[in-house]
T-cell receptor, first 113, second 113 residues
Framework: AQSVTQPDIHITVSEGASLELRCNYS??????LFWYVQSPGQGLQLLLK??????LVQGIKGFEAEFKRSQSSFNLRKPSVHWSDAAEYFC???????????FGTGTSLTVIP | GAGVSQSPSNKVTEKGKDVELRCDPISGHTALYWYRQSLGQGLEFLIY????????KSGLPSDRFSAERTGGSVSTLTIQRTQQEDSAVYLC???????????FGQGTRLTVV
């Protein structure tokens, strides 16, 4: 069965520091992978997605993610975090049947000045 | 409209009452999803509509939950005889097709007292 694991429930980083949020998935075929961000009281916004091709994908707001098939991972990175990046981040994998996206439980990011 | 619109944004209801949550997807989007987000949890898939196909109801937690999508556009999620464990944020998303980017509404926060 498809599943997504985000092992870090909460992460705190200093503004300007680098960031890596972990995501591991379980899926039998080539996955469609997504990272979404949710600010307080808001819906989810797509940061980036991977369907095929280059395994390093660039997204909005300076985020990038790397698909590593051997590790079943799709970690999100940002070289320098801004205070406005404080939010909840969700990794998701899409089933090739198109019926749904499987979401992780999210990682809450706190940015300290 | 420009985005996915959900109404109401907040709903407080008494245990045992029925509630209806509405979702207006982005015009032209054929796929529509409902998810439930409980405090500290990931997104729980509820139901998926794709065009005129039969909906995927596999995520509905009980027969108290039902959803319709009229005319391939607006969707209504109905919860009958609400229970306290139904308290959550209900998120709707739409996409142009299976596994294309899903755009989320801001959600309806349901509180059952």
């Amino acid at each position: 069965a498809q599943s997504v694991t985000q092992p870090d429930i909460h992460i705190t980083v200093s503004e300007g520091a680098s960031l890596e949020l972990r995501c591991n998935y379980s899926y039998g075929a080539t996955p469609y992978l997504f990272w979404y961000v949710q600010s307080p009281g808001q819906g989810l916004q797509l940061l980036l997605k991977y369907f095929s091709g280059d395994t390093l994908v660039q997204g909005i707001k300076g985020f990038e993610a790397e698909f590593k098939r051997s590790q079943s991972s799709f970690n999100l990175r940002k070289p320098s975090v801004h205070w406005s990046d404080a939010a909840e981040y969700f990794c998701a994998v899409g089933a090739n049947t198109g019926n749904q996206f499987y979401f992780g439980t999210g990682t809450s990011l706190t940015v300290i000045p | 409209g420009a985005g996915v619109s959900q109404s109401p944004s907040n709903k407080v209801t008494e245990k045992g009452k029925d509630v209806e949550l509405r979702c207006d997807p982005i015009s032209g989007h054929t796929a529509l999803y409902w998810y439930r987000q409980s405090l500290g949890q990931g997104l729980e898939f509820l139901i998926y509509f794709q065009g005129n196909s039969a909906p995927d109801k596999s995520g509905l937690p009980s027969d108290r939950f039902s959803a319709e999508r009229t005319g391939g556009s607006v969707s209504t999620l109905t919860i009958q005889r609400t229970q306290q464990e139904d308290s959550a944020v209900y998120l709707c998303a739409s996409s142009a097709g299976p596994l294309t980017e899903a755009f989320f509404g801001q959600g309806t926060r349901l509180t059952v007292v």
